[in-house]
């Protein structure tokens, strides 16, 4: 056999085994966007994915692959770049919210979609005694929508104050509640927000000196650091131990109007690794001559890693006092739209309807859904 045509043979079989062991390379982690849902289907049911990516399509799902957990495992070539996608059970039923996105690059993304009932539900704990204020209280708390259809879910926490206001027209001041558990639900059909647990703390006739930080010449108060033990020490675990939520301070917020502005303010700025986000509707930053707003000014150094909504009406809600709060947080370096957010509402006024109107602006702000 002719010896030049025996070496071209050797070279061509090298070659081949080179490109053979190309093809059969599998896809790994790095080079694929694996999508791993996590729903228990119940026996005899299946999680689909439907897409905009290459290897997707909206018309008809492809099925995802069950794991232990009740994960159910799908996984795209590297060359679908970014999607969006939703997952279906039996390629029938729609997840509720937003599509999902997947961002260009390699991408392992988990979800917790739920299929069911779109409204939450109310729980009310009853005559919680604080032994850090020597008093008891009502906690309202509002369970998301999935909650008890996706058990394998944890959730973010929004602890609120004046708790009577949120849920109910019937304790509410003046009989308007902010429909707190409405407007949650409204926005997480829309993919407008998260879901997340809120867990609504009654005042009591203590409510001015717990909801204050320091004295006030005129109207005293100061008891706000027992408070927010009270909530810290007493509340959260309670919460912690009893649902299902993610703990630390990226997972921890603190929200109120008028008062309820100025301690939910005062604890993200004092306790920001447990509070990492404090929602200031109507704050009362006039206490004690703005001592608060004074003392952000005075501050040196690295600032708190917290993020801050503040916000104010223009009908006698004060507006100029928030303004100020406002210019000294970006003084000492917080950021306009990363953690530092304001909002003006011309015909605000400093009541609960303004407040449930605007309550949609920092939920969307603080937990979007992407």
């Known amino acids: 056999m002719n010896s030049h045509?025996?070496?071209?043979?050797?070279?061509?079989v090298a070659l081949c085994a080179v490109f053979s062991s190309f093809a059969l390379a599998p896809f790994h982690a790095a080079d694929a966007a694996t999508l791993r849902v996590h729903y228990d289907t119940g026996w005899g049911n299946a999680i689909?994915?439907?897409?905009?990516?290459?290897?997707?399509?909206?018309?008809?799902?492809?099925n995802a692959t069950w794991t232990a957990g009740n994960v159910w495992v799908y996984e795209t070539p590297a060359s679908d770049g970014?999607?969006?996608?939703?997952?279906?059970?039996?390629?029938?039923?729609?997840?509720?919210?937003?599509?999902?996105?997947?961002?260009?690059?390699?991408?392992?993304?988990?979800?917790?979609?739920?299929?069911?009932?779109?409204?939450?539900?109310?729980?009310?704990?009853?005559?919680?005694?604080?032994?850090?204020?020597?008093?008891?209280?009502?906690?309202?708390?509002?369970?998301?929508?999935?909650?008890?259809?996706?058990?394998?879910?944890?959730?973010?926490?929004?602890?609120m104050h004046d708790a009577q206001n949120l849920f109910d027209p019937d304790t509410a001041f003046g009989g308007v509640e902010w429909e707190v558990d409405e407007t949650i639900d409204r926005l997480v059909r829309q993919g407008d927000m998260?879901?997340?647990?809120?867990?609504?703390?009654?005042?009591?006739?203590k409510r001015m000196s717990e909801y204050t930080p320091m004295p006030d010449p005129v109207y005293g108060g100061g008891n706000g650091d027992a408070y927010l033990d009270f909530v810290e020490l007493e509340v959260m675990p309670y919460i912690e131990s009893s649902h299902r939520v993610r703990t630390g301070?990226?997972?921890?917020?603190?929200?109120?109007?008028?008062?309820?502005?100025?301690?939910?303010?005062?604890?993200?700025?004092?306790?920001?690794?447990?509070?990492?986000?404090?929602?200031c509707m109507s704050s009362s930053f006039w206490w004690n001559d703005e001592a608060l707003t004074r003392d952000v000014w005075a501050h040196t150094g690295p600032i708190y890693p917290a993020?801050?909504?503040?916000?104010?009406?223009?009908?006698?809600?004060?507006?100029?006092?928030?303004?100020?709060?406002?210019?000294?947080?970006?003084?000492?370096?917080?950021t306009f739209n990363l953690d530092l957010f304001h909002w003006y509402d011309p015909q605000g006024a400093h009541n609960e309807a303004?407040?449930?109107?605007?309550?949609?602006?920092p939920v969307k702000t603080l937990l979007p859904f992407h």
Do not use: C
Request: hydrophobic share 40%; proline share 6%.
């Open 249 to 279: 301070p990226a997972n921890t917020y603190i929200g109120g109007s008028s008062l309820g502005g100025l301690i939910s303010f005062y604890a993200a700025w004092t306790r920001s690794g447990v509070f990492g986000a404090a929602i």
């Open 194 to 205: 998260r879901e997340v647990i809120v867990v609504g703390m009654a005042n009591t006739s």
């Open 48 to 62: 689909s994915i439907r897409g905009d990516a290459a290897s997707l399509s909206w018309q008809k799902g492809r």
């Open 82 to 159: 970014a999607f969006e996608f939703k997952p279906l059970v039996n390629d029938v039923d729609w997840s509720v919210g937003a599509n999902y996105i997947v961002p260009s690059g390699h991408s392992t993304v988990d979800i917790y979609p739920f299929f069911g009932p779109q409204n939450g539900t109310l729980v009310t704990v009853e005559n919680l005694y604080s032994q850090v204020l020597q008093n008891e209280r009502d906690l309202i708390i509002y369970l998301p929508p999935s909650y008890h259809e996706n058990p394998l879910k944890y959730y973010p926490v929004l602890y």
């Open 5 to 12: 045509f025996v070496a071209g043979m050797s070279r061509i």
């Open 354 to 361: 303004s407040w449930a109107r605007r309550f949609p602006v």
């Open 307 to 334: 993020r801050f909504y503040i916000d104010a009406g223009g009908i006698n809600d004060g507006a100029d006092n928030t303004a100020e709060m406002r210019d000294a947080l970006h003084s000492i370096g917080y």
